[in-house]
């Protein structure tokens, strides 16, 4: 599977978007680029994913640069609610088990 | 709506006992994962299953760890002489496999302490 990095940290404003980075310079043509979110002391919980198309739900809208090699997720308005740890992660859709790094903590501050 | 139901949230347990948690799947769904996790870190894949069949076991899984989903549904995940490094947090997960959006769904997880 394709590593990424994040930063481990990130604040943002309530109220405001959050941009969250994540980069992916090795992945492969196949592997999708998903995105997690785990509030403490709960598993974690589905966001979205995307091949190459910017993609965008309920919850979220995320954005792959047209090399692949970087995604950045938008909270479009975040609230308190929305401060977690958030896990991109890349891998094929089928038949595949999520290898989590670190993440990035993001804090929603009033 | 219910989701994945983990069994029991907390337990704590001697070094060296056994101990077995119980993960019940969202109903319709043929995968089910199993994974774990330390307090700062992400979780760590340890098993699989697609109906009843084990089909990946992470290097992570010593012989003391066993799992098992004997009629495609339900499953358990047992330590057998437990160990201190075996404190973390036991998540399982379910999916639905032939989804071209297949996403996993987390259960609350299992909070192991071996004292």
């Known amino acids: 599977d394709a590593k990424t990095t994040q930063p481990p940290s990130m604040d943002c404003a309530e109220g405001r978007a959050a941009n969250l980075p994540c980069n992916h310079s090795t992945i492969s043509g196949n592997e999708y680029v998903y995105w997690y979110r785990q509030i403490h002391s709960q598993g974690p919980q589905y966001i979205i994913h995307g091949l190459k198309n910017n993609e965008t739900n309920e919850m979220a809208s995320l954005i792959i640069t047209e090399d692949r090699k970087s995604s950045t997720l938008i909270l479009p308005h975040a609230t308190l609610r929305d401060t977690a740890v958030y896990y991109c992660i890349v891998g094929e859709t089928s038949g595949s088990r999520l290898t989590f790094g670190e993440g990035t903590q993001l804090t929603v501050n009033p | 709506d219910t989701g994945v139901s983990q069994d029991p949230r907390h337990k704590i347990t001697k070094r060296g006992q056994n101990v077995t948690f119980r993960c019940d799947p969202i109903?319709?769904?043929?995968?089910l994962y199993w994974y774990r996790q330390t307090l700062g870190q992400g979780p760590e894949f340890l098993t699989y299953f697609q109906n009843e069949a084990q089909l990946e076991k992470s290097r992570l899984l010593s012989d003391r760890f066993s799992a098992e989903r004997p009629k495609g549904s339900f499953s358990t995940l047992e330590i057998q002489r437990t160990e201190q490094g075996d404190s973390a947090m036991y998540l399982c997960a379910s999916s639905f496999e032939g989804s071209r959006r297949e996403k996993l769904f987390f259960g609350s997880g299992t909070q192991l302490s071996v004292l």
């Open positions: 109903s319709e769904h043929n995968r």
